[in-house]
């Protein structure tokens, strides 16, 4: 069990609360969108951006305790969960940790009142885990910035007013923001894909957009070194949404088990049955504990996630996750295995995991380098 303070104690029990009362009915009925019920309910009680300084509205707490927040609503609806993993540990928390006051003055407040989402772009037709590949470019034309590229599995466009896009300067890779509505004409959707779960993702290209300076995030060798570190923060964000869809499908299993019966008796009694869920459990915690870690280690000295934790705790729940779906739909039997049945969308929830913020591959590549850089960290 996790040593928690009073205050996120608080947040815990009040976000489990309010998930249950509040998100159970309609959970897994969003058919792939987003549910905005819960997030303006989210940003009412003040539980939307709790890592987002305050004089954006949002909580002022850290990292640690949106992913507390992550895990304790998706627990019961992982779509609420998928949204405040997006909105609280990927593009809104690069802006306010590398974004000029004008940038973070103008978008943040819309994203922590429910209002308004930011999505990121970095992967291209021809370059995804392989950034030093992009082609989006930002150039210097007549005294002004201008991008200029194609993006693709970009989540969130439908719903968001600005865009966080990765792109080569001439002095190397960095990030911009792009205010959506007044690039409109410039933004040119090619097409919507829609994923397993149903969630839709955009390729877009992008014609002459006029970037200002204050809306230029990072840049040139230093600057964009520090957001791939901060992509350790992103990585941990989505191994919390593996452990709550986790945690659900565990809870769902084991509330079946004991309601159905054969052979005069609950199936959770049988010994097959009593060994898969004790698995589910060592598997689902064996991932807490290794994602938890690596944040409070963060958190406690004050820096990004180290590597190899980071790229442990992404690796090792992405797999867990999709056993724990598996297993859970395995005790479910053809009921789970039906199109509607909740299982049935946690599986599909499930696979993407192992693909988003960095693939399994990209994660062991992670490891091996860090190992091989510094070996296996000290017992103190």
Not at 97 to 126: C, H, N, Q
Not at 247 to 262: F, I, N, S, V
Not at 266 to 285: H, N, Y
Request: with cysteine; aromatic share 6%.
């Amino acid at each position: 069990m996790l040593s928690l303070s009073a205050e996120q104690e608080m947040v815990v029990s009040s976000l489990e609360a309010l998930a249950h009362n509040e998100f159970s009915d309609a959970a897994f009925s969003w058919d792939g969108n987003i549910p905005l019920e819960n997030i303006e309910l989210l940003a009412d009680r003040g539980y939307l951006g709790l890592n987002i300084s305050e004089e954006y509205g949002g909580g002022g707490m850290g990292e640690f305790e949106a992913m507390l927040s992550i895990e304790a609503v998706g627990q019961v609806c992982p779509d609420t969960a998928e949204y405040l993993y997006n909105q609280q540990m990927v593009a809104p928390r690069g802006i306010e940790m590398f974004g000029s006051d004008t940038v973070k003055d103008r978008y943040l407040p819309g994203v922590t009142a429910g209002e308004d989402a930011i999505a990121i772009a970095i992967s291209e037709p021809e370059a995804g885990s392989d950034v030093g590949a992009m082609n989006t470019t930002v150039e210097a034309e007549n005294g002004e910035l201008v991008l200029n590229g194609e993006k693709v599995w970009v989540s969130n466009i439908p719903h968001a007013s600005a865009c966080v896009v990765w792109a080569r300067f001439p002095d190397g890779l960095g990030s911009v923001v792009i205010d959506l509505d007044d690039n409109e004409d410039s933004v040119e959707i090619e097409q919507h894909y829609t994923n397993m779960a149903n969630h839709t993702q955009t390729q877009f290209r992008m014609h002459d957009i006029v970037i200002p300076e204050t809306h230029v995030l990072t840049r040139g060798t230093d600057g964009f070194k520090q957001q791939l570190q901060a992509l350790n923060w992103e990585r941990l964000g989505s191994a919390t949404l593996s452990n709550a869809i986790g945690r659900c499908a565990l809870d769902k299993a084991l509330e079946y088990g004991q309601q159905r019966e054969q052979f005069d008796q609950p199936i959770a009694d049988f010994q097959g049955i009593e060994w898969k869920l004790a698995d589910m459990v060592k598997e689902l915690e064996a991932s807490r504990s290794l994602t938890y870690r690596a944040a409070l280690n963060a958190e406690e000295q004050g820096r990004i996630p180290d590597r190899m934790d980071a790229s442990l705790a992404k690796l090792y729940s992405g797999e867990m996750v999709e056993t724990v779906v598996s297993e859970s739909l395995q005790i479910h039997g053809a009921n789970g295995y039906q199109q509607g049945h909740a299982l049935e969308y946690l599986h599909r929830l499930a696979r993407g995991r192992r693909l988003a913020a960095g693939t399994d591959e990209i994660q062991k590549n992670q490891i091996a380098a860090a190992l091989k850089q510094d070996g296996l960290p000290s017992l103190t």
